[in-house]
């Protein structure tokens, strides 16, 4: 019941909507002939897309007809892992085999010992989470945490806002001082980048905070080059400065915010001495950051989820969304701060996800981070697990056990994809999946403020089938009569947002439908929160959190040590913190089998600064092996200022079986987890680095 693409013969045009794990959510212009997806263009009547994609979408016709996609389902025959054996079969055996065996594991271990995997290797909304969501809740199987990327940030930013809002990036271009902290705009976010450049030949400041010399960071007019980890401390010690030197907005602190007198107490614990020596800079960077910050009027902060992949990542981004209240910042509509903008869209996650389906009480949860730990050692034992938008083989922190999770002989393994990928090595059954190309769907952003229609641009490549009809199909072997399992791809569509809601006033689904993508219904050059009114229980900015306090956080905000931290004895042996970036040709694994890209990125590379390199006798394009106490990896070293001193660089996301020696960076990273939000924390990590 999902959608085909129309019949159409001659080359035409399809809309389309990226579904990629990026802010930028670009619409698509997808020209098709014969079947066969010709090229993909940025749409230029979409204001955010403007007619510009970025590189690895140019070239995305390679990997819909790339060679190795998967076209039918497959049963493994013989043993688990790199080089494993796989026999066609057909969907009905396929179905037949997964319902089975989930039918035996419900009635010897529960239901529970059922584990779905999933996260944003499609992030439209149906794709992401609709009818998989329907079928788990409804057979009854644990329930998972999706944590591997954002959740410390979205709670700690939460705990100050309220909600996922921010600023509109359209007014961006009016700022006079914008600060990108910790986000790759270049390469993660480039049509925000678009705008912060037209707002710098307007006259605005471009200040980066990154431990890396990005391609953004170079294009900026000043880079200060923290440590990993220490964010909120280079936030409270502008704070301090504000305070010390009444940059501040008086009129909005008493009318907008919860709790000054309490965080003015604790700023002032951070001078700017303490404060570089903590985050590894000059105190002259702390004091002229603060002035800067506190001066500009309009001032902008664009922010992004790598902050949040340390020990205290929740209680960063807490602390940064801090700012823009102090200095009365979110009273110009270039003012601010933006690290998503997801909560303005009024998605109804009930209708598409059914969590009314699940017995009472509640099954357990399974956090996502903590794969390769629960696969060995969760009580009940897991079972069965069903993965699909997602490749936890070479994505989950630390895969020696996430390996040896997946290893395991009684542990029934579904993988759904549309390659055979490092977690597909080790499935019982594997089954084709569609391209967005292939599929309808519908999207948010967390970028813009733009709906987006996906339409399919072409038939489903071989068998290939889209997750939705996946676990249709699956609920009616598994005869589940609900009548929800019978709705269509385009009824999914229709339940996917509250249309009655004002922000979607004049908008449809089938309006949307025929037009490709439509901005929400709120005002053009407006300020969300110039007159207060944050989504918070007091309606107020709170520098005090009451909300953190009841989840046994820190209510105000405060700098969380790395759990690996450079000053601490684990550092005597493992010196090097360790960050682990995106390549620039990657999203995450995605893209990450692409012949063109490979070539590009040439191999797994560690980036290390000239007096590192030095004081361990390493040399420009030798190979390393990274390593501390929970693995190692083999390297290309590249010796560059582009890194701070005391830091290295892995690019990832390498396919294991992709690189050199079966192994990519998280071979060292830890299942230790943020300090709110049960995230992931892959920037947390001290190595050493040694000539092979």
């Known amino acids: 019941m999902s ?31 014969d079947g066969r997806v010709l090229k993909v263009a940025g749409a230029a009547d979409h204001p955010p897309t403007a007619g510009v994609l970025c590189s690895k979408v140019a070239f995305y016709p390679e990997r819909i007809h790339h060679p190795d996609r998967l076209l039918h389902p497959l049963r493994r025959v013989g043993g688990k892992g790199p080089g494993a054996r796989f026999e066609r079969i057909s969907w009905d055996e396929a179905l037949a085999t997964i319902a089975g065996r989930f039918r035996d594991i419900a009635a010897t271990d529960g239901a529970e010992a059922i584990v779905p995997y999933s996260y944003a290797g499609n992030s439209g909304l149906l794709g992401y989470g609709s009818m998989d969501r329907r079928f788990f809740h409804r057979l009854g199987a644990s329930q998972l945490d999706r944590t591997i990327c954002a959740s410390a940030g979205a709670m700690g930013y939460r705990g100050t806002i309220g909600a996922s809002l921010g600023f509109d990036i359209e007014n961006v271009v009016d700022a006079r001082l914008i600060i990108i ?16 450049q037209k ?31 220490t964010d909120s401390a280079l936030a409270l010690g502008l704070m301090h400065v504000l305070i010390r030197d009444d940059l501040l907005d008086h009129d909005y602190i008493v009318r907008h915010t919860l709790g000054f007198d309490a965080l003015k107490e604790r700023a002032l614990n951070y001078p700017p001495a303490r404060v570089a020596a903590i985050c590894g800079i000059d105190e002259s960077e702390v004091e002229q950051l603060a002035c800067a910050y506190g ?15 340390t020990a205290g990542g929740g209680m960063a981004l807490r602390t940064l969304a801090c700012l823009p209240a102090l200095t009365g910042a979110w009273r110009s509509p270039a003012g601010g701060i933006l690290l998503s903008s997801s909560g303005n869209y009024p998605v109804d996650t009930a209708a598409l996800e059914r969590p009314d389906l699940m017995p009472r009480p509640a099954p357990r949860t399974i956090n996502m981070s903590t794969i390769g730990r629960d696969l060995l050692r969760a009580q009940p ?20 056990e996430v390996v040896r999770g997946f290893s395991r002989a009684d542990l029934f393994t579904v993988v759904h994809d549309l390659f055979q990928t490092d977690t597909a090595d080790y499935a019982d059954i594997v089954l084709p999946a569609t391209s967005h190309m292939e599929q ?6 967390y970028g813009h403020l733009h709906i ?21 199909r699956l609920a009616r072997v598994m005869g589940f009569a609900d009548a929800c399992f019978a709705d269509s791809d385009d009824d999914l569509c229709r339940q996917a947002f509250d249309w009655n809601d004002p922000r979607l006033a004049g908008l449809s689904w089938d309006k949307l439908r025929t037009e490709g993508h439509a901005r929400l219904t709120l005002p053009r050059g407006a300020a969300p929160f110039a007159d207060g009114g944050f989504p918070t229980p007091s309606g107020k900015c709170e520098f005090y959190s009451a909300t953190l306090a009841s989840a046994g956080v820190d209510p105000l905000p405060d700098f969380i040590a790395p759990r690996e931290w450079r000053q601490s004895p684990l550092a005597s042996e493992f010196p090097l913190a360790l960050i682990t970036p995106p390549a620039r040709n990657f999203l995450n694994t995605s893209f990450a089998n692409s012949a063109r890209f490979l070539a590009q990125e040439k191999s797994p590379a560690i980036h290390l600064h000239p007096s590192d390199a030095s004081a361990r006798s390493i040399a420009d394009g030798s190979l390393v092996r990274v390593f501390n106490g929970r693995g190692e990896f083999n390297a290309r070293a590249v010796v560059s200022d582009r890194v701070r001193p005391g830091v290295a660089m892995a690019t990832s996301i390498w396919w294991r079986k992709l690189s050199p020696d079966g192994r990519n960076c998280n071979e060292v990273t830890s299942q230790a987890l943020t300090d709110m939000g049960g995230g992931a924390t892959f920037y947390d990590c001290l190595v050493e680095v040694a000539r092979c």
């Open 3 to 33: 959608t085909p693409s129309p019949a159409i013969s001659g080359t035409h045009v399809v809309r389309g909507a990226c579904p990629h794990d990026c802010p930028d959510t670009c619409a698509l212009d997808i020209s098709v002939s």
């Open 181 to 196: 902290w910790g986000s790759n705009s270049v390469v993660s976010n480039l049509h925000f980048w678009r705008l912060a």
């Open 440 to 445: 309808l769907d519908i999207h948010k952003s």
């Open 452 to 472: 987006q229609v996906n339409q399919p641009a072409i038939a489903p490549l071989g068998e290939a089938l889209p997750n939705t009809e996946v676990f249709r």
């Open 295 to 309: 001066s500009a009027t309009p001032a902008a902060i664009r922010t992004n989820y790598g902050i949040n992949r």
């Open 381 to 400: 034992p897991i079972k069965a697990l069903v993965v699909y938008n997602s490749n936890p083989v070479a994505i989950a922190p630390q895969s020696a």
């Open 199 to 229: 707002a710098k030949r307007r006259g605005a400041r471009l200040i980066a905070i990154d431990p890396l010399r990005t391609a953004t960071a170079e294009k900026c007019d000043q880079h200060i080059a923290l440590l990993p980890g």
